[in-house]
């Protein structure tokens, strides 16, 4: 992941590095909404919410092309997005019926398993995306602009299971599941820039990632909040 992004900023940002170029930093933060569908009571687990939020940050380089468009490369990562879920399976033959107290079993007679455990799921993104924009402007001090192209997609999950029973633990996956996934998926997104000086900006914007994770997909959000420095 690193050579890549050495390699992609090294080929954008050689021949830039002089007027009309800026660079921006920003705090960002990841919005994840991941396609589910509902079960009347997930027994097993196959709905465990992966939604979330998290806090992370940006940094960007720019070349204005022509008048009104140009090219960008950014890279951004966020802190992991953690969801726990608990899960239950009731398999007494008469379910409304409170369980029978440990205390009150005949002498060697072993209690029924107690069939739920707690799944927990981490979740973070790094993002390298390469942009074409167009941009207009909104006022004497306001400059938007509209982006969109491809992002390389890096995302690192992990799956842990908490049993209650340790007998439900043989009929369940192995905990500590870790995957890393790299795909090349479409990115869109729209800025907003209110000039301070001829050089400085505030800069704020939004990033729409299509991610899939595990099979699942979903939408990655990814709203903005920085400075930018025009050379």
Same mark, same amino acid.
């Given at each position: ?10 080929l954008?940002?050689?021949?830039v ?9 920003s705090?960002?933060?990841d919005v994840?909404? !991941? ?8 027994? !097993?687990?196959?709905?465990?919410? @992966?939604?979330g ?6 940094v960007?380089?720019? @070349?204005?092309?022509?008048?009104h468009w ?6 951004g ?10 899960h239950?399976?009731?398999i ?5 019926a ?19 455990f707690?799944?927990a ?24 602009s509209?982006?969109g ?30 995957? *890393?996934d790299?795909?090349t ?8 820039a *209110?000039r301070?000086t ?13 991610v899939?994770?595990?099979a699942?997909?979903?939408?990655l *959000?990814?709203?903005?909040f ?6």
């Amino acid at each position: 992941m690193r050579s890549t992004l050495a390699l992609l900023f090294l080929l954008v940002a050689a021949p830039v590095m002089a007027q009309r170029t800026t660079v921006s930093a920003s705090l960002t933060g990841d919005v994840t909404r !991941f396609s589910r569908f509902d079960t009347r009571g997930d027994e !097993f687990g196959v709905n465990t919410p @992966r939604d979330g939020e998290a806090i992370g940050f940006n940094v960007a380089v720019g @070349r204005r092309i022509g008048d009104h468009w140009g090219v960008a490369l950014e890279a951004g990562r966020t802190g992991e997005i953690e969801t726990r879920h608990v899960h239950s399976f009731d398999i007494r033959v008469a379910p409304q019926a409170p369980p029978v107290p440990t205390t009150l079993l005949p002498p060697g007679r072993v209690p029924p398993p107690d069939f739920s455990f707690e799944s927990a799921f981490e979740l973070q993104h790094t993002t390298i995306n390469a942009l074409l924009w167009v941009s207009h402007d909104a006022g004497e001090r306001v400059e938007l602009s509209y982006t969109g192209g491809l992002t390389l997609l890096r995302s690192e999950s992990e799956n842990d299971l908490n049993v209650t029973d340790p007998r439900l633990a043989q009929w369940l996956l192995p905990t500590g599941l870790r995957t *890393i996934d790299y795909r090349t998926l479409p990115v869109v997104g729209a800025d907003a820039a *209110i000039r301070l000086t001829e050089h400085t900006a505030v800069l704020a914007g939004v990033r729409a990632h299509a991610v899939t994770v595990a099979a699942t997909s979903g939408w990655l *959000i990814r709203p903005s909040f920085g400075v930018r420095w025009r050379f």
